[in-house]
């Protein structure tokens, strides 16, 4: 199956190899994004709601890049450091998707900068 990818004008380089969303027909997979500004350094160190929203803020990027919408998402994993922090992660997510919410699952895990407090990864499938 042919795939593509996609890649927001002015996205930084990855930590590894990979790239920000593969779309392959009408779906898109967009990857684990991190709080990450494009040196690949945190933003917004201990704070758990702004680093959710830069990261819903990437997630869009891709998606708007590949054609579509936030509503477009179908299904996020969602990754945090701190069970303390899921009450201010949710208030934020909540505001990226204030209809029908997303299909997810949410895990307490370490991430690969001590810094940062969530990673999302989402599918969405785009209009044809």
Known sequence: MPKQSVIPAGSGVPLAPFVPGTQADNVLYVSGTLPFDNDNNVVHVGDAAAQTRHVLELIKSVVETAG?????????????????????????????????????????????????????????????
């Not at 990226?96 to 949410?106: I, L, S």
């Open 68 to 128: 579509g919408t936030m509503d477009d998402i179908t299904f996020n994993s969602i990754f945090l450091r701190n069970w303390e922090d899921y009450a201010a992660i949710n208030a934020v997510y909540a505001e990226f998707f204030p209809g029908d919410k997303p299909a997810r699952y949410c895990i307490q895990c370490g991430l690969v900068k001590p810094d940062a407090l969530i990673e999302i990864a989402s599918i969405a499938h785009l209009p044809r």
